[in-house]
């Protein structure tokens, strides 16, 4: 049993920043994949970026891709979401997931494990 939760997110405007946490308040992020999700307004959750247990490897979404920089600490059970240059298409609660190494890295169904959310709006 993992339990994570997120942190971080807030009411900012277009062009801000903002880091969302995530922690494994129970358990430990040892050996997972560790991923991003967002699920904006009647929009299914879709997969924003990962990045595997050495951190050495990112992959991120193209609506984000250099603007967005997924980073962790495995001595913190800590990954973050650091966002720059946000756009109001960015407004969703962002999730953080875990699944074991050997699954599918975009596919929400494939993590085990999921934080409550933090949300995110952006005033354009």
């Known amino acids: 049993q993992v339990q994570l939760v997120e942190s971080g997110g807030g009411l900012v405007q277009a062009g801000d920043s903002l880091r969302l946490s995530c922690v494994a308040s129970?358990?430990?992020?040892?050996?997972?994949?560790m991923a991003w999700f967002r699920q904006g307004p009647g929009k299914e959750r879709e997969f924003v970026g990962g990045?595997?247990?050495?951190?050495?490897?990112?992959t991120y979404a193209d609506s984000v891709k250099g603007r967005f920089t997924i980073s962790r600490d495995n001595t913190k059970n800590t990954v973050w979401l650091q966002m720059d240059v946000i756009q109001a298409d960015d407004t969703a609660v962002y999730y953080c997931?875990?699944?074991?190494?050997?699954?599918?890295?975009?596919?929400?169904?494939?993590?085990?494990?999921w934080g409550q959310g933090t949300q995110v709006i952006v005033s354009s």
């Open positions: 997931g875990a699944r074991d190494p050997w699954g599918s890295a975009q596919d929400p169904n494939e993590y085990k494990y």
């Open positions: 129970e358990g430990t992020l040892n050996p997972y994949y």
């Open positions: 990045i595997n247990w050495s951190g050495n490897k990112d």
